[in-house]
Every structure is written in structure tokens, then in C-alpha cells.
């Protein structure tokens, strides 16, 4: 099984061009979400989606969208990148097993933005 | 506000125990995980608490006191493959998981 598959690995932008961020799972989660991560910091959620077709703001959503295409795919698009929005880059859907909840992610994307 | 607190970085000898402590101030808890993840690499699950006590897993366990709002993960034969960065992670009344900051742990020969 491939678990959560992201693409790219790496991106280099420059500041006001747009990108999109594509995950799937093959897992048959409900839940995905975005994550960013910044040097020597925990993971902040940008969005989520509960369910296909719902989408939530987590708690750094401004200059991002999401949409949840399916109950496999779940993108992130960067309309207008700032250099600000330079991270790594999580994907990950859920397991939810009562009250456990038991995040898979995907292998990151690296994003620069000059 | 939220807040998960856990040490920044932790250093223990191969084949040592070692004990990463994490606190939390959260809005309702529904659990504690625990995710490890080496440089470069991605978040893996390691454990998780919703009751008061000891889980264990192999080498590692992790504990949680509700009633203190703590817990923490506990690393025993160590290896120089457990050398990565560690999260405490919370269930909040929300929907989302609140993460600590993360603790390196560095281990030497």
C-alpha cells in the first residue's frame, strides 16, 4: 500500500506565483488535512476535511485553499506565494478507532518562495 | 490559550533510558499521542493515551495523568536509530490536534 502520496518533493517559487499541492490516500480515511512545519516548530494545521466534500480552516488558513476532489484527494493551492509561506509541507489522513486518533502523512514538500 | 509544553531537546547515551515530559493547557482533551520523526522525514505515530496510566509498546511507552495534565514518553534500550525529533500532540473540544513544539533527542555512543 502507498499510504498518503504527495507531490512534488521540492518546489522553488517566486513571490506572487501560484501553485497547487496535490495528496491522496489510498487508506479510505475520512479525514485529511494540511500541515506546515517551520524550522525547530511543531506542525500547524492549515486545513481540514472531515469528510469528502466539507472543508474547515484550521489555524493558519490565509493564502491557502483546499479542496477535497474525493474521499482520495485532497489539494492546496497557493494563489499569489510570499515568501513568508516558505515550509515544509505536510499531507496526512486519519484513522479514527473510538476515541484514537492515528494520523498517516505524507513525505513533505519542501517550498521555497523568493 | 492552547499550549503543549515539552522540552526542546533531551540527551541520553546508546543503550540508556530516557524520559521526554510533555504538559498541556487545552480546551477539553479527548487524548495524548506521541509522533516521532527523523530529519527530513515525516511524522510517525508512536502511541497513545486517553486513560490514565502506562501504555507500553515495545522499547517505548508513554504515560499520561490527566489530573496534572502531563504526560510523557519513555525510550528504553536506546539506539542510535532513535536519535529524531519527538511531538506530544492533544485531542482538543475542537476537531484539531494541538502539537507541542517537538524535543530532539540526541544520543550518543
Known amino acids: 500500500n502507498a499510504g498518503v502520496t504527495q507531490t512534488p518533493k521540492f518546489q522553488v517559487l517566486k513571490t506572487g506565483q501560484s501553485m497547487t499541492l496535490q495528496c491522496a490516500q489510498d487508506m479510505n480515511h475520512n479525514s485529511m488535512y494540511w500541515y506546515r512545519q517551520d524550522p525547530g516548530m511543531g506542525l500547524r494545521l492549515i486545513y481540514y476535511s472531515a469528510s469528502e466534500g466539507t472543508t474547515d480552516k484550521g489555524e493558519v488558513p490565509n493564502g491557502y485553499n483546499v479542496s477535497r476532489l474525493n474521499k482520495r484527494e485532497f489539494s492546496l493551492r497557493l494563489e499569489s506565494a510570499a515568501p513568508s509561506q516558505t515550509s515544509v509541507y505536510f499531507c496526512?489522513?486519519?484513522?479514527?478507532?473510538?476515541?484514537?486518533?492515528?494520523?498517516?502523512f505524507g513525505s513533505g514538500t519542501q517550498l521555497s518562495v523568493l | 490559550g492552547q499550549s503543549l509544553e515539552q522540552p526542546s531537546e533531551v540527551t541520553a547515551v546508546e543503550g540508556a533510558i530516557v524520559q521526554i515530559n510533555c504538559t498541556y493547557q487545552t480546551s477539553g482533551f479527548y487524548g495524548l499521542s506521541w509522533y516521532q520523526q527523523h530529519d527530513g522525514g515525516a511524522p510517525t505515530f508512536l502511541s497513545y493515551?486517553?486513560l490514565d496510566g502506562l501504555e507500553e509498546t515495545g522499547r517505548f511507552s508513554s504515560f499520561l495523568s490527566r489530573s496534572d495534565s502531563y504526560g510523557y514518553l519513555l525510550l528504553q534500550e536506546l539506539q542510535m536509530k532513535d536519535s529524531a525529533s519527538y511531538f506530544c500532540?492533544?485531542?482538543?473540544?475542537?476537531?484539531?490536534?494541538?502539537w507541542g513544539a517537538g524535543t530532539k533527542l540526541i544520543i550518543k555512543p
Open positions: 493515551n486517553a
Open positions: 496526512a489522513s486519519s484513522e479514527v478507532k473510538g476515541t484514537n486518533e492515528k494520523l498517516f
Open positions: 500532540a492533544v485531542r482538543d473540544r475542537g476537531y484539531q490536534l494541538i
